[in-house]
């Protein structure tokens, strides 16, 4: 790819910013690694992609202990120990290891793949039967170490983030990572406006609907085909455009991942794709949020 089209790119993706809560900024825009380092064949292509969305501008990288036990977080080591410090790293505890020694213990083993010192964002993949005021004891205390430079969760409905909020400490979470995309609004009615509120972000996963059927559905959809059309753009960039429409007033970032250097294109050039109030609200109209509180959607 010509350099002229990697700059044109790359500024593209670093006008939109979100801020956490202690004042550093990022992309809205970075790059997921469910299911990547699974296959040993696709190892170099995966790598590949990894290293073009950081030059694109996708500096965050998500992963987790969980994605391939371990195997995510040795293919990003493999693929970007030469680049740490353009990045901003985030991976996720099980957890079965949300104790302060197993979570000290998951940590180091998450740093050794990844072939880092620390971690600029820890989770709790999601709530378990540990207390959370013991994970977060154990969130801090990787924090005094060094180990980690900010600790979030993952999957948190509101109820767990009010208990949360309730515990010693429980108040220095950075992020909140939840399932977030056009067929998945649930977050809207309670748990959006509540972080909000807490000036608490959310990660977005899975925000072009991988997980679920519902892709199929939405991209079968007339009014989300024209409005692609409209923007010379793919049925796929609309859904992620979308996603991140209020990332700066909402507080969102999405986290598509891309496993071929063709995709990790296609997710960057997103940032600049601007849906007008009249797009948005035609979208809104065929794929309403719910009008009341539902169970928190998780994959």
């Not at 998945?184 to 990660?203: C, F, K, N, T, Y």
Request: proline residues 4%.
């Amino acid at each position: 790819m010509e350099n002229e089209t990697v700059d044109t790119i790359r500024k593209e993706v670093g006008k939109r910013r979100l801020t956490l809560p202690d004042g550093t900024k990022l992309p809205i825009l970075g790059q997921g690694t469910w299911h990547m380092g699974e296959d040993w064949s696709k190892r170099d292509t995966e790598i590949e992609a990894l290293r073009l969305g950081v030059r694109l501008g996708m500096t965050l990288i998500d992963t987790a202990e969980m994605y391939g036990e371990g195997r995510s977080e040795s293919l990003i080591g493999e693929a970007l120990a030469d680049q740490r410090d353009a990045l901003f790293l985030v991976s996720k505890a099980y957890p079965s290891h949300a104790t302060r020694e197993k979570l000290a213990e998951a940590c180091n083993h998450s740093l050794k793949r990844l072939k880092t010192d620390h971690l600029d964002l820890y989770l709790l993949h999601w709530r378990g039967g540990t207390p959370l005021e013991e994970t977060v004891r154990g969130m801090e205390a990787l924090k005094k170490a060094g180990k980690i430079l900010r600790w979030g969760v993952s999957n948190f409905d509101t109820k767990a983030m009010q208990e949360l909020w309730s515990v010693p400490g429980g108040k220095n979470c950075a992020v909140n990572q939840v399932l977030y995309h056009l067929g998945s609004r649930g977050i809207e009615v309670d748990l959006l406006p509540w972080l909000r509120a807490h000036q608490v972000p959310i990660m977005a996963y899975c925000p072009l609907a991988e997980a679920g059927s519902l892709k199929a559905k939405l991209l079968k959809n007339r009014t989300l085909n024209q409005i692609a059309e409209a923007h010379a753009a793919t049925m796929l960039q609309i859904l992620l455009a979308w996603t991140v429409r209020h990332a700066e007033r909402d507080g969102i970032l999405a986290i598509p991942k891309a496993a071929r250097p063709e995709h990790v294109l296609l997710n960057a050039q997103t940032a600049a794709i601007r849906l007008s109030t009249e797009e948005i609200e035609e979208l809104d109209r065929t794929f309403p949020r719910p009008s009341r509180k539902v169970p928190l959607d998780i994959v």
